[in-house]
């Protein structure tokens, strides 16, 4: 028994030395220590090993068993260290890695969240409207009358349909009434169009926030109070805005409101933010024809609206002197923002 154990030991070893694939290595180790292998049969024998030399036997047995697992063992590392360098042959797996750049909010999109979210804590909810717009919602319903430069093909991307891109958000405005009766409490923010000459604070397309609120008795003091609050919470409650008397064709009285722009290396300056005013009577006849009832009877309902550009907020938050960054996206610009 003692030269079957030790031959077996040494073709195993030398089989297992002559493998030279994990398969190879798996055959040998289950021909020679599975149920049915080599030394596994060989190892029965020791029933009628006689009790004297049952040590000894044992011994070898146990020793071959460890010499043969571990030769498999360290063949099978073997094989992989080789596997390994050949797939790493060519690369230094030494080199640092590139660090991973992190993505981060557009300051546009930061803005909008921050502004929708202080509004809907002051109730008001979302609406959504157009971007291709008819005459009726952007200026008819809105009290603009025909010959409103806004209505000229200078200052408006018209479609040969008639249609048009909405030069503002206040169509949102429309459509909201005709669909819900009053109290309305609603916000749109959204995409304008309009033929600028695109400079440091104008583009062609740029970005609004509307606000409505029409019920039995809202003055122009929640106006004011409103924005005012609002301006204070997106900027800071240091923060210096102004109501400037103004003309818009749905609102009467009208206002523009200006923030002050502290931005690097620039004096100190007002920049222009906000439209807004007390809905025009005219407004609610306009809706009041269209819905067909007079749910927006101008005798018991007043309103206000506002119309903020939203870049123009993000240019004040951040100090950013030129509107154009906001659409170039150069990552040196955007990366700040992370
Ligand atoms: N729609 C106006 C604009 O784009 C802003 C505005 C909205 C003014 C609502 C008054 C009321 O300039």
Known sequence: ???????????????????????????????????????????????????????????????????????L????????????????????????????????????THIRHEAISILRRMGFALADGPEIEDEFHCFDALNTPE?????????????DSGKLLRTHTSSVQVRTMEGQAPPVRIIAPGSAYRRDEIDATHLSVFNQLEGLYVDTDVSLGDLK??????????????????FRPHFFPFTEPSFEIDV??????????????????????????????????????????????????????AMIRWGIRDIRLLIEND????RQFG
């Open 73 to 108: 063992d360290s063949k099978k590392t073997a094989l992989q260290d080789a596997q390994d360098a050949e797939a790493l042959k060519g690369i230094d797996p030494t080199l640092p890695g590139r660090s991973v750049h992190h993505g981060s909010l557009h300051p546009l």
């Open 331 to 334: 990552s040196r610009f955007l």
């Open 260 to 313: 002050k722009l502290h931005a690097k290396g620039q004096a100190p300056k007002w920049i222009e933010v906000a439209g807004c005013g007390m809905v025009d009577p005219a407004v609610f006849d306009q809706i009041n024809g269209s819905r067909k009832d007079e749910a927006f009877s101008p005798d018991q309902v007043t309103g206000f609206a506002f119309g903020m550009g939203l870049d123009r907020l």
């Open 147 to 159: 010959d409103h430069p806004a209505r000229n093909e200078k200052d408006t991307f018209y479609f």
């Open 1 to 71: 028994m003692k030269d079957q154990i030790e031959t077996i030991q040494t073709e195993a070893l030398a089989r297992i030395e002559a493998a030279n694939d994990a398969r190879a290595i798996e055959d040998a180790r289950v021909a020679i220590l599975g149920k049915q292998g080599s030394l596994t049969k060989v190892s029965a024998g020791m029933r009628d090993v006689p009790k004297e030399d049952k040590a000894l036997v044992g011994q070898l047995l146990n020793a071959a068993r460890q010499a043969i697992t571990s030769a």
């Open 225 to 242: 109070g409103t924005l005012e609050y609002f301006l204070h919470e997106l900027f800071g409650p240091e923060t210096e805005v102004r």
